[in-house]
T-cell receptor
Framework: DAKTTQPTSMDCAEGRAANLPCNHS???????VYWYRQIHSQGPQYIIH???NNETNEMASLIITEDRKSSTLILPHATLRDTAVYYC??????????FGAGTRLTVKP | GAVVSQHPSRVICKSGTSVKIECRSL??????MFWYRQFPKQSLMLMAT?????????EQGVEKDKFLINHASLTLSTLTVTSAHPEDSSFYIC???????????????FGPGTRLTVL
């Protein structure tokens, strides 16, 4: 699997967009970028994934750079309930997801 | 989306006893499920892959005789922590892949986790 690098922690003001970066410079052509989040003491929750095109769903947007070496997860209007650890994972498929340290996002009032 | 449940949500046991944790896919079938372990302030670590109808495959460093996995049916996998010790205290999470609304690649749906405390 391609290695990913994420900031350890980030803060965001409630109602503002949260932009979470992820570097994956060794990504191969058939690997997808997956984002999951884990709210404290719960199981991880799928957010979004993409290959090379930008993706958007009801939860978030995923922006992947043209060279695919980095991506950004965007939560357009962060709420207090979005406080969680966000994991960026690069995989060919979603089987046996392996988690790095992730980014601890704290949304502040 | 698909739902994965775990039972129990929390268990406290004495050292030396065995504890069974169940993982169920409620509205879909899963021939494969995954078991993770998470220590406080750490990330999830994949322990093993549970395969319906065949033996589980374990990650390097995970003792298969200590963490017994049985994939009894297409909707149930169990993890038994045998002769539990305080160092086995952790948050155990299972997951199962399922075709999601996002497209051809399966999504992983995670259970809510089971917190094991060994005294």
């Amino acid at each position: 699997d391609a290695k990913t690098t994420q900031p350890t922690s980030m803060d965001c003001a409630e109602g503002r967009a949260a932009n979470l970066p992820c570097n994956h410079s060794t990504i191969s052509g058939n690997e997808y970028v997956y984002w999951y989040r884990q709210i404290h003491s719960q199981g991880p929750q799928y957010i979004i994934h993409g290959l090379k095109n930008n993706e958007t769903n009801e939860m978030a947007s995923l922006i992947i750079t043209e060279d695919r070496k980095s991506s950004t997860l965007i939560l357009p209007h962060a709420t207090l309930r979005d406080t969680a650890v966000y994991y960026c994972i690069v995989r060919v498929g979603s089987y046996d997801m392996r988690f790095g340290a992730g980014t601890r996002l704290t949304v502040k009032p | 989306g698909a739902v994965v449940s775990q039972h129990p949500s929390r268990v406290i046991c004495k050292s030396g006893t065995s504890v069974k944790i169940e993982c169920r896919s409620l509205d879909f079938q899963a021939t494969t499920m995954f078991w993770y372990r998470q220590f406080p302030k750490q990330s999830l670590m994949l322990m093993a892959t549970s395969n319906e109808g065949s033996k589980a495959t374990y990650e390097q460093g995970v003792e298969k005789d200590k963490f017994l996995i049985n994939h009894a049916s297409l909707t149930l996998s169990t993890l038994t922590v045998t002769s539990a010790h305080p160092e086995d205290s952790s948050f155990y999470i299972c997951s199962a892949p399922h075709q999601g609304a996002s497209g051809p690649y399966n999504e992983q749906f995670f259970g809510p986790g089971t917190r094991l405390t060994v005294l």
